[in-house]
């Protein structure tokens, strides 16, 4: 270990779209969807452009401030979706939606504040820095992007009925792939970012690791949303938060106040009202997937964004 950190933002996201693509090019040659012949190409690359954003803001914003703080502003995460849904498709979502999105925001804001770990002050290397609020910026410039990115992505969807799930993944990652890559070279950062590979060897399986789990990890929601539906996968991610919580407590002796423990409930509490509340008058298991003209292909995209970590 010498100290030196990598700080090539765009490489992580190169490096990441640069796997989605190669990924999700093998289905397109699996499953061979039908082309969608009513999509015009530059269509795509507005969700690119904003998703390649909204991931650069993430990770550019961790020079900034904490991994937790990072966390407490992705709590949020589907109150601007909401929001966004509002002003590109003039959406309608039920009263208890936007409830639910401020208790889940406020629940988690409670935990992560109770934890010693949290604070603007100090970024993610654990050194401080006189920068938080330009973090601050940076991800609250994420939520908008990353909003975007599934609202614009819905509203094709509605336009386009020919379009496969697949199809959009390979196109939005095409061009994010070429577009972080032109950004490397202009602004001088490729071949800095492949001298600091070459001198440190091991980060290439944690850039391969890296960008095979978020890859998979969003072809698992995309086939859990589409075979069992979306009451099953909120129950599955609120699971999966609860025992990452206890596994987190439990491994590493995070402090965790009764102030914590109470957002926690909040937030549980809020997530199982809304699973309710969506599974009312449905089948609880949908063991059929969805055909590409169906409506619920664009409740699986808004599914998967308000989940995904981009």
Not at 22 to 46: A, D, H, N, Q
Not at 104 to 129: N, P
Not at 146 to 154: E, I, M, N, Y
Request: charged fraction near 15%; include cysteine.
């Amino acid at each position: 270990h010498t100290g030196e950190y990598f700080t090539y933002s765009y490489a992580l996201v190169f490096t990441n779209r640069f796997w989605t693509l190669i990924m999700s090019g093998m289905l397109l040659m699996y499953f061979k969807p039908r082309t969608s012949r009513s999509t015009v190409i530059y269509e795509y690359s507005f969700p690119s452009i904003s998703n390649m954003l909204s991931s650069w803001c993430q990770y550019e914003a961790l020079r900034y401030v904490s991994f937790p703080a990072v966390t407490i502003f992705k709590s949020f995460k589907l109150a601007p979706v909401m929001l966004m849904g509002k002003l590109l498709g003039n959406q309608t979502y039920p009263q208890y939606d936007y409830i639910v999105a401020i208790f889940i925001g406020v629940g988690i804001a409670m935990f992560m504040t109770s934890t010693d770990e949290l604070t603007f002050t100090y970024d993610v290397y654990g050194e401080e820095t006189s920068g938080k609020w330009t973090g601050v910026m940076l991800l609250i410039f994420f939520l908008f992007f990353d909003s975007f990115t599934s609202q614009w992505q819905s509203r094709m969807f509605k336009r386009h009925r020919d379009l496969s799930m697949i199809e959009l993944m390979f196109a939005t990652s095409a061009f994010s792939t070429a577009l972080s890559l032109i950004t490397l070279v202009h602004d001088g950062m490729l071949w800095p970012a492949f001298d600091f590979i070459k001198r440190h060897s091991e980060i290439q399986f944690h850039f391969f690791a890296f960008s095979i789990c978020s890859t998979v990890g969003q072809l698992f929601i995309f086939y859990t949303i589409k075979n069992f539906g979306a009451v099953v996968f909120a129950i599955i991610m609120t699971t999966r938060v609860l025992i990452s919580i206890a596994l987190s407590v439990l491994l590493y002796d995070h402090k965790v106040t009764s102030t914590g423990f109470f957002g926690l409930a909040v937030v549980v509490a809020a997530v199982c009202y809304r699973i309710k509340r969506k599974a009312e008058g449905r089948q609880l298991i949908k063991w059929k997937g969805i055909g590409e003209k169906s409506e619920k292909e664009i409740e699986l995209v808004q599914e998967w964004h308000e989940h995904i970590d981009t």
